[in-house]
């Protein structure tokens, strides 16, 4: 498996992050209640296949119920272009939508009953094992 490098950011660019994926990614559209409201694309990495590069400081954090993961915001406009899930706490989940895809990517889009969180959690284990 060859990785790629992509960017992404937050709207306004102040938040913004490189991240080595596989151009052939499982990305996951969750239909729990935070998802659903803003639209949030999952492409789950390993920890050590991203990197902050600027808005560290602007950054805002929202935890909820077990606490485990860790929502980033940009303070300035909003938007959550990444985070760290609980399936995944050792790893980061990107918002495809503020990434910057290269065309040649062929990502595969699946369905996750996130609204049924602790039964389907298992299924996304796999997506920070680093592949040799």
Request: net charge negative.
């Amino acid at each position: 498996m060859s990785l790629i490098t992509v960017s992404g950011s937050c709207h306004c660019g102040q938040v913004s992050f490189k991240a080595k994926i596989d151009p052939n990614s499982e990305v996951q559209v969750c239909n729990c209640s935070m998802c659903s409201m803003c639209g949030y694309q999952h492409l789950i990495v390993p920890g050590d296949h991203f990197e902050l590069q600027s808005g560290s400081d602007i950054l805002a954090e929202y935890q909820f119920k077990s606490g485990i993961a860790r929502h980033f915001f940009c303070s300035n406009c909003g938007i959550k272009s990444f985070y760290v899930p609980r399936s995944n706490p050792d790893g980061y989940s990107l918002n495809v939508r503020c990434l910057d895809i290269p065309p040649d990517c062929e990502l595969q889009i699946s369905e996750f009953d996130g609204r049924n969180w602790s039964d389907n959690a298992g299924s996304l284990a796999h997506l920070t094992q680093t592949k040799d």
